[in-house]
Every structure is written in structure tokens, then in C-alpha cells.
């Protein structure tokens, strides 16, 4: 039977849903805005921030009410504290978007570095994840959502392998110094994304599995 309660969490989804377009559009503008030192998309990532952040004050304060109000179990108390986590996360991204934001202006009038494509790949790759952990939560596929945690150690793997190689190239080329810290920053914000991403995921496992985990000790297990 379709209730109260169920019609407040499809419009918690909604909300969590219209958070990710935000968050996704946010992270895709600043890798552009990197890539093709486009200043007008770094303000526009700065500028839409806002919305983002109102929309994880709303989708507390509805889940908070939720929590309060219906007293939900089961199923439905799991979506809603995953609804939480996620909006948590889906905010800190944007952030990290911003910082991206950031340093893409900061880097905007300056010669790209060597890297400049191998950058484009990590940050092609945590966007990824990112939309992979959206459509996980959009259709509760715990398949998915396993797939974005291990797609995480790809990112690692370029993180390590780009500050290395701005760390190297520092240290050869001196008059690249504050381009290459400025980069180290934005390879660093890609690989926290990832993070978040991979945070995502595991509450869709959470949401729909009620299992809290730390994903590897769960493949351990299948």
C-alpha cells in the first residue's frame, strides 16, 4: 500500500537525484574548465555551489522530519540514512569541483604541463565513478555499486602514477614550480572524488543490502 510515507521518501529521492545532476555538472564543467582553460565554466562551478549546498540543508531537514515524524523501519529508515550519507558526500564533491574551480583559473593564463592529458584521464575517470554511484542509487543495483568501488583502485593507480611525475618534473624545471603545486592540488581533489564516489556506493550496498561496510572487507566475503 502506498502511503505518507513512501510518497515523502520518492520526493527524498527526487531531491538526492537533482543534488547528483548538480554535483555531476559541477565536477564535469571543472575538468573542462582545466582542460580547455576556460575561465567562464570555473565561475559558473564556483557559482553553483550554492544550490548545491541548499539542497543538502533541504534533504536533511526532510529526512530529519522523516526520521521524527513517521518513525520508518526496515527498508525504508535504511534508504533514508542513506539518503543523508549520500547528500553529505554529493556536497563534498561539489566542493572538490570548486577547488578544481580554483586552481583551473589560477592555471588558466599559464602553458600546460607535460601531463596535461594523463590529468584529463583521472579526472574522465573519477567523473565516472561518480555517474556510475548515480545510477546505482537511481536503481538500487548493488552489482553497480560494487563496480564503482572497483573502479576507485584505477584512480589510485593514476594519482600515484601524475605525482610522480609533476613531483619529477618539479624538480627538474624550477620555473614550473607553482604550476606544478597548483596541479598537484586539482590531481589530488580528482582522487578524493573518487573517494566520495566510492562512498556512494557503499551506501546503495547499505541501502540495499543493510550491510555497513568498508567494501573490501565485503569481496572478501563473496
Do not use: W
Amino acid at each position: 500500500m502506498y502511503t505518507h510515507l513512501h510518497e515523502e521518501i520518492e520526493t527524498l529521492k527526487l531531491k538526492v537525484l537533482k543534488m547528483v545532476s548538480l554535483t555531476e555538472d559541477a565536477v564535469q564543467k571543472s575538468i573542462q574548465a582545466y582542460v580547455n582553460k576556460d575561465l567562464y565554466l570555473a565561475e559558473e562551478v564556483q557559482d553553483g555551489d550554492v544550490d548545491v549546498n541548499r539542497l543538502e540543508v533541504e534533504i536533511d531537514e526532510l529526512a530529519l522530519r522523516l526520521l521524527a515524524l513517521e518513525q520508518p523501519v526496515a527498508g525504508d529508515l535504511r534508504f533514508i540514512l542513506g539518503c543523508m550519507r549520500i547528500s553529505v558526500d554529493l556536497e563534498r564533491i561539489a566542493d572538490e569541483a570548486v577547488n578544481i574551480a580554483e586552481r583551473s583559473i589560477m592555471l588558466s593564463s599559464r602553458p600546460p604541463l607535460p601531463f596535461h592529458q594523463d590529468v584529463l584521464e583521472m579526472g574522465n575517470k573519477a567523473l565516472a565513478m561518480l555517474r556510475h554511484a548515480a545510477q546505482a542509487f537511481s536503481s538500487g543495483n548493488v552489482e553497480a555499486a560494487l563496480q564503482v568501488c572497483h573502479l576507485d583502485n584505477e584512480v589510485d593507480v593514476l594519482n600515484h602514477k601524475n605525482m610522480r611525475q609533476v613531483i619529477e618534473y618539479m624538480i627538474h624545471e624550477t620555473p614550473a614550480i607553482e604550476r606544478s603545486v597548483h596541479t598537484i592540488i586539482l590531481i589530488r581533489r580528482l582522487e578524493r572524488i573518487g573517494d566520495l564516489a566510492t562512498n556512494i556506493a557503499e551506501s546503495v550496498v547499505f541501502i540495499a543490502k543493510g550491510v555497513n561496510i568498508k567494501h573490501k572487507l565485503y569481496f572478501d566475503e563473496r
